[in-house]
């Protein structure tokens, strides 16, 4: 080879491959599964597991978890994202809105980006945070407090294209991980409690164009319209502020949707409103909706549906099925197949007063007097529910889904609601009764029948997500700053660390050069662990 | 009323947990006097005092807000209102015709309208007509927290960082407005005056050796509440319950704490914080001292009631003269009302 052509091959390798890193394709998103020592969506995979495929770290050596950094954001609000890793960089969302890329080995920073959200963005409703990131081609897509949508190299963290998406006057705001999917990214709305009229946007991901919208309360003349009373359905919340999950098979986007507005005063809006409350399944292509099942129908509580819906084949009567499983807000566990939104059925997992049973179609039958009062109604479980966002973790060998419980009562009020525009839109609010005896667990649910398996006891109400792992482990954290290892066969606590901070976030893993590390964002930083070597082996370990 | 008992104390419990300690509550009170005047409106400055509290870290201990959260996605975030959402109210007080108007100035209606709310979220703690209970006597000269009408408002909108003064949790602008413009009608009641003798309560007091829980004006063991003012804190009828009976009304954020270590040595003490796995305390001696707990062969947290000792046996004149020796007590300028 002649010195001009190998100086002609450095340059086309400069410019070529120095400094683009991989492309993290379609397919790799589809086949997560494949690729344990990655994480490269909000909940680990389209399925929403939060399970590692990673055995290393495991129920003999968890206990030796050690610190191997910490990244300090270094801002003042709470940092609540899921971290993803892609060829051994970690990439980050700091509060408000800014992301940051570091350094997996070290937690170093490469670089950061701040889209500047002006002081004056509203958050009616939710924290001033981000909690997580999409990733696609070499590109990452998040969204903004003042309801941008944003794509960024993810080599040098530029802006490729911004889309606003909706108007912060009026309370949109995006805080959830967008789900990118072939082509397009999927990104839901926060503002429901500022009576925003809810949707789901897609767009697509070379140039930010609105590819499809689909509002979760419907307008009128379309079908479920008539559960709204009056123009009441035009500030109907119905927010889809939780990642959703995503059948690649099936072409089915699986998202859940928040509650009706305003919250604790459904005088102005009778009827169900759909779709609060709800989880339903669009098309991927078109945004149309295939099914929808709605768990808390006319909710006058505050319970979103934004929990995680899981996407579980399993064994169902003697078929193998496609199920979708979820622990809702009101306290009850639910079974549904994921093609027809069949329901097939509800377990009580925390303790509840406001339903007797729910019936044959999934349908609660309610206690009556529980609704929000003028003086005051005590109902369980409190307005932040059983769960709330904070991801549970399945872990598929053992069927187990592992769910951040609250045990937690309200005394609920009620009060007059007028909407004003940017401005809060509730009706009431709550108390909490002194004689409630609250506190907080991990549960392990029977994936198929609910029934509890084991729990972890906690101090106080969880708000901590949960991840899960082929070694058997089972890692969350508490709002008192502990962050934890269980057992996933019995609940055990095998390890715990005081990371000083509130763990208002759900943990994750990874790998790096045959080490696996798990992260997790707690107060205003990022705590990644790896098993120190046993000292006692000898170094063997 | 479909509850039984005050909203704080479930409140406070929970704001013992974890890294609060006696003293998180005052720094928080500190944090809220040192705030700058914004120059906007006081709600304004409340929130940023609220996104303060949370910033300076004490969301890990204290879950539980003394503020109650008003409606949320996630149902515990609205205390984190950034600076977006203070523009946007203050803009709307201001803009409001009725926020320039002195509370004193409300109308009838309005008035009435508060005490109506005043009984159902405030009674409780302050008593009817607001002469004062398990919380301060509101009818004084002085409200020392809220001379300025938007203090009282904001007062009543997000309660007191590092007291038991809540917020309400569930009133809208015009009704948070009203219950401040009751409060501020209720005037003045003459002191009152009360049976026993001070000076004989002060030596009952000593002589009780009250003083090895409790701290007056610098002096005692703080395991349980400082009373230096607490005659502007609570009302005679509640500090006679409290002396007579404890489990009615003490706060259960001073709780017992009795363990056994592994080697079977049993250490009593005040839990001045909790989390999953760990516990502190104030030893009998004073000390402080921290477990694992699973490292303990037992853990428990006695009741309530076994926290302060009953004084039942007190004469009624003894019970007279201990409660007006401590209504006496009125912080360290003598109670600047």
């Known amino acids: 080879m002649t010195t001009r052509r190998l100086v002609g091959a450095a340059i086309l390798f400069a410019l070529t491959a120095a400094p683009a890193l991989g492309q993290v394709s379609y397919s790799r998103l589809v086949n997560a599964d494949d690729e344990p020592e990655v994480w490269l969506t909000y909940s680990g995979n389209y399925k929403s597991e939060r399970f590692s495929r990673l055995d290393q770290i495991n129920k003999d050596n968890v206990s030796r978890l050690r610190p191997a950094w910490i990244y300090q954001t270094g801002t003042v609000g709470r940092v609540e994202v899921t971290p993803l890793v892609a060829d051994g960089v970690m990439y980050i969302a700091e509060p408000p809105s800014t992301i940051a890329a570091l350094d997996a080995h070290t937690g170093r920073r490469l670089w950061r980006y701040d889209p500047i959200v002006p002081d004056e963005t509203l958050n009616i409703g939710f924290p001033r945070t981000n909690r997580g990131i999409a990733i696609l081609g070499d590109t990452l897509f998040f969204g903004t407090l003042d309801a941008r949508l944003i794509a960024l190299d993810r080599t040098q963290g530029d802006v490729r294209w911004v889309t606003q998406i909706a108007d912060n006057a009026v309370g949109y705001a995006v805080t959830a991980a967008p789900l990118a999917v072939d082509g397009k990214v999927i990104v839901g709305i926060s503002g429901g409690e500022a009576g925003v009229r809810g949707f789901l946007d897609a767009y697509d991901a070379e140039t930010g164009e609105l590819a499809w919208r689909w509002w979760s309360v419907p307008a009128e003349g379309e079908p479920g319209n008539d559960t709204w009373g009056g123009d009441s359905w035009k500030t109907g919340g119905g927010a889809t502020w939780l990642t959703g999950s995503y059948d690649p098979d099936l072409g089915l986007v699986y998202w859940p949707i928040g509650n009706p507005a305003p919250d604790w005063n459904g005088d102005s809006r009778p009827g169900d409103n759909l779709y609060t409350d709800s989880l339903v399944a669009l098309d991927v292509n078109t945004g149309e909706m295939q099914w929808y099942f709605q768990y808390t129908p006319h909710d006058v509580h505050d319970w979103d549906a934004n929990q995680i819906p899981v996407l579980v084949d399993a064994e169902w009567e003697g078929a193998t099925r496609k199920l979708v499983i979820h622990a809702n807000r009101n306290a009850f566990y639910y079974v549904l197949d994921r093609e027809t939104g069949q329901f097939l059925r509800a377990t009580q997992y925390a303790t509840q007063t406001w339903a007797e049973r729910i019936d044959e ?19 369980w479980p409190s307005l932040a529910g059983s769960t709330n966002w904070y991801s549970p973790a399945y872990d598929p060998d053992r069927m187990s889904l592992f769910v951040p419980t609250r045990e937690m009562s309200s005394i609920y009020f009620k009060s007059e609601a007028e909407y004003e525009p940017g401005t809060p839109f509730l009706g009431g609010g709550e108390r909490r009764p002194d004689a409630d005896e609250t506190y907080g667990a991990v549960r392990a649910l029977d994936a198929l029948t609910g029934e509890l398996k084991w729990e972890f006891r906690q101090l106080t109400p969880a708000v901590s997500g949960v991840l899960a792992t082929a070694g058997g482990v089972v890692v969350s954290g508490t709002q008192e700053g502990n962050l934890f290892a269980l057992d996933a066969d019995t609940g055990e606590a095998l390890w715990d660390f005081y990371v000083g901070g509130g763990v208002r976030a759900a943990p994750m893993s990874f790998a790096l050069e045959g080490t696996q590390y ?24 | 009323m479909a509850y039984g008992h005050p909203v704080w104390r479930s409140a406070m419990r929970r704001t013992t947990m974890g890294i609060s300690s006696p003293s998180g509550g005052r720094c928080r009170s500190e944090d809220r006097r040192s705030q700058p005047a914004l120059g906007i409106t006081t709600v304004s400055a409340s929130w940023k005092v609220l996104f303060h509290s949370n ?9 539980v807000p003394l503020l109650q959260s008003a409606a949320l996605e996630d149902g515990q975030s609205m205390r984190n ?11 709307l007080l201001l803009a409001a015709p009725a926020a320039a108007q002195p509370l004193a100035e409300a109308s009838p209606d309005d008035v009435t309208h508060g005490k109506r709310i005043f009984e159902i979220h405030c009674a409780r703690c302050h008593g009817l007509d607001g002469v004062g209970g398990e919380g301060p006597n ?3 000269e002085n409200l020392r927290r809220s001379t300025e009408d938007d203090a009282l408002i904001e007062i009543v909108d997000n309660g007191i960082a590092g007291t038991d003064m809540p917020g309400h949790g569930s009133l809208n602008t015009r ?8 409060v501020r009608s209720l005037g003045v009641a003459p002191r009152e005056e009360l049976p026993g003798d001070p000076v004989a309560g002060k030596d009952l007091y000593d002589m009780t050796l009250c003083s090895t829980c409790h701290i007056t004006n610098g002096e005692g063991i703080a395991l349980g509440p400082d009373l230096s003012d607490v005659g502007l804190l609570r009302g005679s009828a509640f500090l006679r319950e409290s002396i007579q009976d404890p489990p009615k009304v003490v706060n259960p954020r001073y709780r017992t704490v009795l363990l056994e270590t592994a080697d079977s040595r049993t250490v009593m003490g005040v839990r001045t914080g909790e989390d999953t796995f760990t516990v502190q305390l104030i030893d009998e001696a004073g000390r402080h001292r921290s477990f694992r707990k699973s490292d303990l062969r037992e853990f428990q947290l006695l009741p309530e009631e076994s926290m302060m000792m009953s004084y039942a046996d007190f004469t009624d004149a003894e019970l007279n003269d201990l409660v007006a020796y401590l209504m006496t007590l009125r912080g360290p300028e003598g109670g600047s009302e």
């Not at chain 1, 179609?361 to 109902?379: A, D, H, I, K, Y």
Request: proline residues 8%.
């Open chain 2, 55 to 63: 910033r300076a870290g004490l969301e890990t201990g204290a879950p």
């Open chain 1, 518 to 541: 798990i992260s997790v964002a707690a107060g205003q930083s990022i705590f990644t662990f790896a098993v120190a070597p046993d000292a006692d082996a000898g170094g063997n370990d």
């Open chain 1, 361 to 379: 179609n999934g349908r609660p039958v309610r206690v009556p007097n529980m609704e929000p009062s003028e003086e005051g109604t005590l109902v």
């Open chain 2, 81 to 91: 209102k950034g600076p977006g959402r203070l523009a946007l109210l203050a803009a």
């Open chain 2, 138 to 140: 509101l009818m004084r």
């Open chain 2, 175 to 182: 009704e948070i407005r009203n219950v401040a413009a009751y």
